[in-house]
């Protein structure tokens, strides 16, 4: 997850992209989806027309061949391979499918949330926390994002 979102970021950083979009199809993390610039770039067609403005992606077009691979060549996380990972199976609950726990991604440790009805025992090497340990952990990850983009 960090190696695909570090490749993500460097690539859209020397594009001269402001912030970027990933993770459709199940994806967590890689299936880079558009980057946010100011104007769109020649060879690039506008995407997520209404869920986010001014993101653009690479049309198939052959001076933009190497971007593409290079986005192709981005590692893929799955919202299934974390699921496998923690052991959490989708499942219905009332009127409501859930489909993979909740994660948020530290360096030193990660976060996974579930939906409070769902079956889900915890593997070895995970502990359970309250809602407000979680809260202020999340926010631990959080600041530490913000110190590595300033």
């Known amino acids: 997850m960090n190696e ?11 594009l001269g992209g402001e912030t970027y979009l990933q993770g459709g199809n199940g994806a967590l993390a890689g299936r880079l989806e558009g980057i946010r610039f100011a104007e769109k770039p020649d060879g690039w067609k506008l995407v997520h027309r ?3 403005h001014n993101m653009y992606y690479p049309k198939a077009l052959k001076q933009n061949k190497n971007i593409l691979v290079r986005i192709c060549k981005i590692p893929v996380v799955k919202r ?7 052991g959490f199976k989708s499942q ?10 909740g994660v948020v991604w530290g360096t030193d440790y990660h976060l996974i949330t579930v939906h409070d009805e769902v079956e889900f025992t915890i593997i070895d090497g995970m502990v359970e926390i309250t ?3 979680f809260k202020r952990l999340k926010e631990v990850i959080e600041e530490a994002r913000k110190e590595v983009v300033a």
């Open 4 to 14: 695909s979102n570090a490749i993500t970021k460097a690539l859209v950083d020397e």
């Open 50 to 52: 209404y869920m986010a």
């Open 80 to 86: 299934s391979e974390l699921n496998e990972l923690v």
């Open 92 to 101: 219905v609950v009332g009127m409501t499918f859930i489909q993979s726990v």
């Open 131 to 133: 809602t407000s340990e």
